[in-house]
């Protein structure tokens, strides 16, 4: 638990000025946590780095999250659903010049899982774009959520919420983790800082949140890992941090950007 603490305290103090300052530096890392999340999936699916199909991913990974102000200075076109059309493609050319040794099981789990984390880390880069409120809304959100549903379901859980997939996980916990994740949406609105009702937002953003966690457990016990990494002693990797957000951006850019 001390290290899990000490580990949260020095990534809260690396994060935050990161997302205070925005623009490029705040794209640049959702580009490194993209990297990094893409080193996990091929530590825990086992698959070669130094590989034609490996080296490709990870430069689809920089291109996809990358700003699009990007591609207007090098002045060319930027057509990034063409990019993942042209990968797809790429990868079920691998699994012929590979002699599947990269079969095409290992290639459709590649490729759901680019689009998995760049749709996610792209999304968190655009949601900060729009300004910094409405960024740390459902940041805060997501994290009273997890606070909630970890001190609820540990105090009260007695319910199993899905035991095939994440065993510690309790109904009650759930509950918990959409009330304390109703909080922080009413002290926004209360406080002014937001001007339009959060109510349903925020029981759908913490709903999203704990759904994004049963995702990332469910992936880690089909591949058997306890964690997807090791980088954040305590914590595990930057998917078991980041799980959660990484479901959550997309769904709040879309409603807010198209349904507000």
């Known amino acids: 638990m001390k290290q899990r603490v000490i580990t949260t305290i020095i990534a809260i103090c690396i994060f935050m000025p990161i997302v205070f300052s925005g623009g490029t530096i705040f794209h640049i890392f959702m580009i490194v946590l993209g990297i990094i999340a893409l080193f996990e999936f091929f530590q825990m699916k086992k698959l070669q780095i130094p590989s034609s199909y490996g080296i490709l991913s990870f430069l689809v990974v920089i291109f996809l999250i990358a700003p699009y102000d990007f591609y207007e200075r090098l002045s060319i076109p930027c057509y990034k659903e063409f990019l993942f059309i042209l990968f797809a493609l790429c990868l079920l050319a691998c699994t012929v010049t590979t002699k599947n040794i990269f079969e095409f099981d290992s290639a459709g789990a590649l490729l759901l899982f680019v689009l998995y984390i760049t749709l996610g880390f792209s999304c968190m880069a655009l949601v900060r774009e729009l300004g910094l409120i409405l960024f740390l809304y459902p940041l805060f959100t997501v994290w009273a959520t997890d606070t909630g549903a970890y001190l609820i379901g540990r105090k009260l859980g007695k319910k ?101």
Do not use: C
Request: glycine share 10%.
């Open 160 to 260: 199993k919420l899905w035991p095939q997939i994440s065993p510690n996980k309790t109904v009650e916990g759930f509950i918990g983790g959409i009330a304390f994740g109703l909080l922080i949406g009413v002290l926004f609105y209360k406080l002014h800082w937001i001007s339009f009702s959060t109510i349903w937002l925020s029981v759908l953003i913490s709903i999203t949140a704990q759904f994004g966690d049963l995702v990332q457990s469910a992936f880690k016990r089909h591949y058997g890992v306890k964690d997807s990494g090791s980088i954040l002693p305590g914590h595990g990797g930057i998917l078991d941090r980041f799980d959660s957000l990484i479901y959550v951006m997309p769904i709040f850019y879309f409603i807010f950007t198209y349904l507000q």
